[in-house]
Nanobody
């Protein structure tokens, strides 16, 4: 079992920044990926993702503003969110995928609320 604990959400004004953190514990086998999904009314999307090899992927709406990073030894993941917009308001969920031969194990954090409002 892998446990994910995330933190860092809050209420900020447009243009300000937040930094989300997600710490994973438990047995991790082989390759994995970690990402931040965000859920808002009417939509759910993968905002950012990083693999155990360090490759990153961002949804178009956050490119240039968000930066995902990780400490591969823990593993721990961070999402630096700059120039926040009201459209970024959502519950952000840490996601972990462990790619085991023949199957993929997936785990979720508890979610952290990000609200961007003036």
């Amino acid at each position: 079992q892998v446990q994910l604990v995330e933190s860092g959400g809050g209420l900020v004004q447009p243009g300000e920044s937040l930094r989300l953190s997600c710490a994973a514990s438990g047995f991790i086998y082989g390759f994995y990926s970690m990402g931040w999904y965000r859920q808002a009314p009417g939509k759910r999307e993968l905002a950012a993702e990083i693999t155990s090899g360090g490759r990153t992927n961002y949804t178009d709406s956050v490119k240039g503003r968000f930066t995902i990073s990780r400490d591969n030894a823990k593993p721990t993941m961070w999402l630096q969110m700059n120039s926040l917009k009201p459209e970024d308001t959502a519950i952000y969920y840490c996601n972990f995928k462990n790619f085991i031969p023949g199957r993929t194990l997936e785990y979720w954090g508890q979610g952290t609320q990000v609200t961007v409002s003036s």
